[in-house]
């Protein structure tokens, strides 16, 4: 079955720690890839997104992603994570063969960053 | 340049009763997508429309939901004769074009609660 798949549903690291989150999908074709972030009582902001080309991709708030396409992974990372990163991350997925533009998202990951 | 609206933020209803949601979209698009986060789920995709069009309706329960963006106003979302299971929130994100490259935007979100 497509799906996507955040199999940590929560992290916690230290404020100045290094940060990865990670995002698996399961299509027959590579989707588009992207990552949002949700503030707590807010809506979803994108971090960053990737179609095609370089697989590494940089994005706002110092953030970073590596598509792997051999892995079916897009994880996302940041060298030194700051308080105010804490937040719900969500992997999202728009497949590319479907022709529909809605995101298909993952279960997400709570990120808690302790001083 | 004001975001995406959506509104009422939070809304209480006793089971039976009728929600209507709301969505302003950003100042020149003109396609809008609703999405529902059950509590500790990701977005599910419900509906994409257009200006007085229906695009996809594919995720919207086929009963008691419905989806309307008039000519002039904003996107409404509207569930009758809500049932506990209803309680989610619902968020809109909205695109300038239907090209799979724009970025969508999301609001605040409405935080339902179904009594």
């Known amino acids: 079955a497509q799906s996507v798949t955040q199999p940590d549903i929560h992290i916690t690291v230290s404020e100045g720690a290094s940060l990865e989150l990670r995002c698996n999908y399961s299509?027959?074709?590579?989707?588009?890839l992207f990552w949002y972030v949700q503030s707590p009582g807010q809506g979803l902001q994108l971090l960053l997104k990737?179609?095609?080309?370089?697989?590494l991709v940089q994005g706002i708030k110092g953030f970073e992603a590596e598509f792997k396409r051999s892995q079916s992974s897009f994880n996302l990372r940041k060298p030194s994570v700051h308080w105010s990163d804490a937040a719900e991350y969500f992997c999202a997925v728009v497949p590319s063969q479907t022709g529909a533009n809605n995101l298909f998202f993952g279960t997400g990951t709570r990120l808690t960053v302790i001083p | 340049n004001a975001g995406v609206m959506q509104n009422p933020r939070h809304l209480v209803r006793r089971r039976g009763q009728e929600a209507r949601l709301r969505c302003s979209p950003m100042k020149g698009h003109s396609h809008v997508y609703w999405y529902r986060q059950l509590p500790e789920e990701g977005l599910k995709f419900m509906v994409y429309?257009?200006?007085?069009?229906?695009?996809?309706e594919s995720g919207m329960p086929k009963e008691r939901f419905s989806a309307e963006f008039p000519k002039e106003g904003p996107s409404i979302l509207r569930i009758q004769q809500v049932v506990r299971g209803d309680s989610a929130a619902y968020f809109c994100?909205?695109?300038?074009?239907?090209?799979?490259?724009?970025?969508?935007?999301f609001g605040p979100g409405t935080r339902l609660t179904v009594l």
């Open positions: 299509y027959g074709a590579t989707p588009y």
């Open positions: 429309l257009q200006k007085e069009n229906i695009i996809d």
């Open positions: 994100a909205s695109v300038k074009t239907s090209g799979y490259t724009d970025t969508q935007y």
């Open positions: 990737y179609f095609s080309g370089d697989t």
